[in-house]
């Protein structure tokens, strides 16, 4: 074995092949597809760009001169124009567009029609207040309908929308703010969480302070309670300038297929987030395809996607994917265990959901809960689910399956970043028979492989560097600011190859399983194993609900191989548990993946979209100052980690 190789630990023998009756109905159900698209891709994504309008056709499909691609050359079209305007042409004019649920049980629907009203006023509004084609709008809203509108209104323009997530802090807002360079935010008066405000007016406030920030957009969610004092020179309220907007329709502005539609912060799970950029209409067709494909989507399915839009999943799966697409989403602004931890089951039962998209972590959460609260409620409208944000461990894969999927919606695992646009490694449910824990293998039109350092493709059994061989239509195009960054960090490894900076194994079958970051990687006496593993299999044990593991400098090994361990309810740490935890592991993967020492723990240290920062986990074991803690959900856990760690040594 090379050290270059990512041991194929787990040997997964599950699989689940689609049922005759999901086949049967499937957008895409025929294997031909696959190799259609891989000895045409060109040809592939010209067909596909058929399903999105063009003011005028593009000239040609692609222009590779790396790192950089430009698509869809010479077309013309407008992104708030496919997601809205062109349904309300069709029989989906009345058909809801945005199913909108606040925390609070208000809820709110808008179909295409009442969408297109809504988003016409803000491009008025916005250009009214000076927002021109190519400006930058950073936009900090909870989840409510108006931010939707917001990211429309501004594609309406032409403008790049820059979307913070409503967590983030002044401070990390400020960064995003100066970093894009906007001229004007739009946020709220406050947001919904667990029945508490967050003051997203009092972060903003200190936030635009020192930035070119002139004038502050603010809607109007909380009222009374929320205390945003108005700065009379600079803020205005959302509400009143839509009152005034013009209500004749604004015309869509036709935008070159290369244009920027918006830029977006990464997790930050490996440390300085970087300003994702990205086109038009590569993004378009690109995310416009995966609804069809991955998502199985029909004209009459619900689709529930549980991120936030401040993530990509978000962007791409509540907004421009399923808009794109005319179908109807499922948009819910609060917390999953407001007012009970059945939440996410009440609002698939009350709308009918027939998709639901949401995260390993989330699932794990629900697993730790207990299945009561899934079985509270009639799940019978749900056809397909969904997974994305980490690899997900083959004992979460099977509750989500059996609890919430009651072993009839097939899952797709979605491996995909912020810079890819959509998702990349899925199966087409129609077609591939899962694995719990892979994401199958690339979708039609993408080309992967797994290198091993020296830039050669590693045989099946073997692990390295995921790579993506080929441009796609919707991959970033640039670092906002930072050319350079680009090229280093995603093209600086292998010349014209795509480095994600994940590690992966392929197996036997061509499956792909992700493994973990790059950076995570542990190495114990020569053999390099993923993170993914290792917790994977601490989760198969019925006490565990949640691991992290990470690798910590050992004289002798190498590395040694901590772990992190929550519970699940009902159950408590003690010696005993540790060494059967050791000896689980040890008997599902190996004694060189024998944990060293396993520290049982309340919490874990998460970004705001809830991915484990195992760095930071790495800096508390080796007795390190921690570094940069700017996009973790809640710094607190840190310190009580810190001395936990010390006391449990
Ligand atoms: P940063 O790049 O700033 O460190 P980030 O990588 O966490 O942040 P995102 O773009 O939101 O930001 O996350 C993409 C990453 O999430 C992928 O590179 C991968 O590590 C992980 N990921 C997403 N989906 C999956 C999946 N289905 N299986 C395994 N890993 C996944
Ligand atoms: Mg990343």
């Given at each position: ?6 041991d ?7 699989t ?23 000895h045409?891709?060109?040809g592939?994504?010209a ?17 590779w001169d ?23 042409l ?14 609070p049980?208000?809820?709110?629907v ?10 016409d ?30 990211m429309?209104?501004c ?7 820059s979307?913070?997530f ?10 995003r ?12 008066d406050g947001?919904?969480?667990r ?24 809607v ?49 799970t ?28 029909k004209?009459d399915?619900?689709?529930?996607c ?20 005319g ?6 602004e609060?917390?999953?265990d407001?007012?009970d ?5 009440a ?19 629900f ?13 019978s409208?749900?056809?397909?689910l ?24 097939p ?27 892979s994401a ?8 992967v492989d797994i290198f ?24 970033l ?26 590690g ?8 792909y ?67 059967e935890l ?19 723990t309340?919490d ?19 007795g ?17 980690l810190?001395?936990?760690y010390?006391?449990?040594?």
């Open positions: 074995m090379t050290p270059n190789d990512l194929a630990l787990l040997r997964e023998t599950r689940f092949a689609p049922s005759e009756e999901f086949r049967r109905q499937a957008n895409y159900n025929d294997e031909s597809i696959y190799e259609e698209a891989a045409n891709p060109e592939y994504w067909k596909q760009a058929e399903n999105i309008t063009w003011f005028h056709e593009f000239e040609s499909v692609c222009r790396p790192p950089h691609a430009q698509w869809f050359i010479g077309g013309k079209l407008n992104a708030a124009y496919n997601c809205v305007d062109r349904h309300t069709t029989h989906r004019k009345n058909k809801a567009a945005i199913i909108w649920e606040g925390e049980g208000d809820s709110r808008l179909t295409y029609d009442m969408l297109r009203r809504e988003v006023k803000a491009a008025h509004m916005l250009t009214e207040l000076g927002v021109k084609k190519g400006d930058r709008v950073t936009i900090y809203l909870p989840m409510v309908p108006e931010l939707p509108v917001a429309l209104a594609a309406k323009i032409g403008a790049m929308h979307v913070v409503g967590g983030f802090s002044a401070q990390s807002l400020k960064d703010i100066l970093d894009a360079g906007s001229k004007l935010l739009i946020t709220a947001g919904w969480r029945g508490k405000v967050i003051p997203l007016k009092q972060n903003a406030d200190e936030a635009v302070e020192g930035t070119p920030i002139e004038k502050v957009v603010v109007k969610r909380i009222g009374e309670a929320a205390q945003a004092g108005m700065n009379p020179t600079r803020d205005v309220w959302w509400h009143e300038l839509m009152e005034n907007a013009p209500t004749k329709p604004f015309p869509a502005e036709p935008v070159d297929a290369e244009d920027y539609l918006f830029l977006l912060y990464t997790s930050g490996t440390g300085k987030p970087k300003g994702i950029v990205h086109s038009t209409g590569g993004y378009l067709v690109g995310v416009n395809t995966s609804m069809r494909t991955v998502f199985d989507l004209d399915d619900v689709f529930f549980t991120a936030d839009i401040g993530w990509i999943t978000g962007h791409t799966y509540i907004v421009y994917g399923p808009l794109s697409a179908a109807t989403v499922v948009m819910y609060g917390s999953p407001y007012p931890r059945d939440r996410y089951w609002i698939v039962e009350k709308y009918g959901a027939t998709i639901l998209y949401t995260a390993p972590t989330s699932i794990r959460m697993m730790k809960w207990g299945p009561q609260y899934v079985e509270k409620h009639d799940l409208t749900l056809r397909l969904g997974s994305v944000g980490e690899p997900i461990n083959p004992e979460a894969w099977m509750w989500y399956h059996k609890y919430v999927g009651q072993e009839r919606c899952i797709v695992d979605t491996w995909w970043q912020t810079e890819t646009g959509c998702a990349m490694i899925a199966p087409l449910p129609g077609i591939v028979t899962t694995k719990p824990g199958t293998k690339a979708v039609p039109g993408i080309s091993d350092d020296d830039g050669n493709p590693v045989p099946p059994g073997h692990g390295g560097n995921l790579v993506i061989t080929k441009p796609w239509p919707s991959m195009r640039t670092v906002w600011g930072d050319d350079e960054r680009f090229r280093k960090t995603y093209f600086g490894k292998f010349e014209g190859i795509y480095l994600p900076g994940d992966a194994y392929r197996d036997q079958d061509g499956y399983w992700i493994v973990g970051r790059l950076d995570d990687v542990i190495n114990v006496s020569g053999h390099r194993i993923g993170t993914a593993e290792v917790e994977s299999s601490l989760v198969a044990h019925p006490a565990v609900a949640e691991a992290a593991v990470i690798g910590r400098a050992h004289e002798v090994k190498g590395q040694a191989i901590t772990a992190f361990v929550i519970l699940k309810e009902g159950h408590t740490g003690s010696d005993d548990l540790v060494a050791k000896q689980f592991v040890v008997e599902q993967i190996g004694a060189m993946a024998r944990p060293e020492e396993i520290i049982f309340a874990l240290p998460k970004t705001r979209s809830g991915k484990i920062m195992r760095r930071l986990l790495r800096d508390i074991a080796e390190r100052v921690v570094g940069d803690t700017t996009t973790l959900a809640d710094p607190a856990v840190v310190e009580q810190k001395s936990q010390k006391d449990q040594e």
